[in-house]
Each structure stands twice: as C-alpha cells, then as structure tokens.
C-alpha cells in the first residue's frame, strides 16, 4: 500500500514529462507513472542496458492524484501502478487496457494467493506488483506508551496534543476509522458515517498536520510523536535513517494495500510496456525490487537473497488482522467523501 507519498519522489515530475510529442512515443521508449521512490533505479539501468528501451519514471503521490491524471486524458504513460481498489475503479471507467496479463510470463510469478482476485477477476488488467498495510507509526524518543490499538492514535491522550499528524487523503485513513469502530469499509449507513466523522472531529484539535509529504523527516526527527503511514516506510526511516520509531500494531486490524502494474487505455508503447513487467517479475530482478522497495512482493523470490525477514522487518510480518481497502460504491464513496470535507473545513 502510503498518500500521501508513500516515499519521496523517485524523479520529480517535470513539464517535459507531462506533454508528450509524437518523438517520445517512437519505439524504444517507455513512460511509468508510479508510486514516489517505488521502482529500484538499478533495475530500471539493468532493463534499460538489456532492451535499449529508454525508461522514464515520473512519481504520483496518491491514488487519487492518478485517477484525475487518467481522468483528465493524459496521454503518454505506458505504465501505471494504483492500488487494488483503484484497479477495479479504473478498469470499470474503461481507463485500462486489458494486455493479456495472466497470459504473460509475468503472471507464472505471481503466488497463487494474489492471482485474479476481485480487483481484477480475469487478470489481464493488472500484475501485482507490492503488498502491504497502512496503519500508524510512532517516534519511540517522544512517545513512551502502548501501541496496540487506534485508541492511542484516534482518541489520544494529552500528552499527544498537537503531535500527531494524519494523512492529506481519507482513502486509508476512513477505514482505519472504521476498523477502530467495528464499522465495514464502505459503508452507506450515514448513522455509521456520523460515528466516523465524530472521531476524526475529536481528534483534529490534537493533529498538527494533514499532510502526505515528508513524513520520513516529521516523524524520524520526532517533530510529530504519532503518524499515520505505512508498514515498509516505517522500516526504511528505521533501518537506514536509524530513526527510534515503531510501527503499532493495532489490535482492530490494519488496512491492507496491494499495487498493480497496469498499462493505461491507448498507452502509446503497448509492447515495451509489457517487456518492462516480464522482466520486473523475473525472479533475480523481484528480489533487487523487494530488497529496494521495503514492501512486501506478491512474486516469487529468492528468499536467499531477500534483505528483509521476520527478524530484521517485524513490519512486514504484521501480528494483527489485515483487511485490504475495497472499492466502494458511489453511495459509500459520497459519505466518506463528505466525512472527509466536513473535517478539513
């Protein structure tokens, strides 16, 4: 699953890579459009040397962000990455292409459990890509307490005034809401929706941010004592940045993500799309992507070689219940979308 970039950016975005001439969609050419900091750059050189393919990768922040760039008509990527629920809301509003995924050789890598599921039933719109879980992280140096359940980030104590910050987006954050309450994801009771809201409003007086950028630097640096965020993410700013933080592990459960290479409805290099996630899914490549991203793979990989283990990433393994994000109806989708405006006026 992280707004919310999930990372910093990867290679930012620029007017150049916005607007595609005719030039840039000559044959050896390949645009992805991906979560921030979620392609290994050394796999990229790797394809890049083996195919001659010239790889651009511009970064989005949210799936949200993704859907308006789809929706609006942008031409010229020819691989996208949204998470599950926006895979079946963007393959029924006919803005993917249907390339024949579970015929690939990509698709023999993909373990069973991740195979055609209800995102996407035929598997030829999408192939998993990473998996993992949005919950909250905390800064061990500014929060001493418990962590075992969204009490502590939804109803804080005091001494959280001001210290915790949120997500800009509601798309994990309502159902972590609703995991606290017993309430099901996509719900269409307002009752239950009232409840949702209520929590967040209580809450708000102790957030100091609604933010999805920078959250590596607000929480490592203890600026914030609690963040939402991501499993992965935690486990990098720990690991590397050696920041004293600790992914909770909550009780009510966690959200669950899961993100797909997709290939985008009349993308302009169809072929060099899918030569890109053949050989992302191989297994020496899946492993350097796994060892890169931090996430949890969906593919086959060389476990001999794989960096993160239970003992080293407790992250990754989480402990407590994990419910993936579901693609609401229109009904369900217009409450959250109220709960989340009335909050942010």
Known sequence: MSTNPRFTALIAATALSLVFSVSAHAEGKLSVYAWADSIAPEVVAK???ETGIKVTVDAFS???DLLTKLQAGSAGYDIVT???HFVKIMTDSGLLEDFGASSMP?????????QKQWWDPTGNYSVPMAFGNAGFTVNRD???GPVDSWKIYFEPSEELQGKIASLAQADEVIPAAQNYLGIKYCSEDPAEMKRVLDLLVAQKPYVAAYSSDNIENRIGSGEV???????????????NDKANVEYAMPKEGLVGWLDSYAVPKGAPNLENAKKFIDFMTQLENATAQYNYY???SPVKIDEKEAIYTKENAPELF???PVKMGEACSPAAQELATKVWTQLLQ
């Open 318 to 320: 989480p402990t407590v």
């Open 82 to 84: 949204p998470s599950q």
């Open 294 to 296: 931090g996430h949890s």
């Open 47 to 49: 394809f890049e040397k």
């Open 62 to 64: 949210s799936n949200e």
């Open 142 to 144: 500014v929060y001493k």
């Open 106 to 114: 990509a698709y023999e890598q993909v373990l069973p459990e991740w």
């Open 225 to 239: 004592a609690a963040h939402f965020w991501w499993d992965g993410n935690t486990m990098r700013v720990r690991r």
